[in-house]
């Protein structure tokens, strides 16, 4: 199945497959939030719900990705293995 979307989604499978560990790690910090503010100002559409949450798991981890990319020390905290030295 997944070859199959490869061949037809290759450059977007490509893209989020570069952001597999971000999403991995932070999709429940976006997701969450964005259920909270739905729920706060009313919003009990479980559709609604649905879509906004799985967008923002994906958007919001990407950007974070991106801007943590800009500088060393935050990217350590996605990908520490390629700033440890290895000792052998």
Do not use: Q
Request: one cysteine or more; proline letters at 5%; a positive charge.
């Amino acid at each position: 199945m997944a070859a199959g979307f490869e061949e037809k989604f290759g450059r977007g499978m490509d893209f989020l497959a570069k952001y597999t560990m971000p999403i991995f790690l932070m999709h429940t910090l976006f997701a969450a939030p964005m259920r909270s503010i739905l729920m706060k100002i009313g919003i009990e559409n479980t559709v609604i719900h649905v879509v906004l949450g799985l967008g923002i798991s994906f958007v919001g981890p990407i950007m974070a990705a991106c801007i943590m990319k800009k500088t060393e020390w935050l990217e350590f905290f996605l990908y520490p293995n390629k700033f440890i030295r290895k000792v052998s």
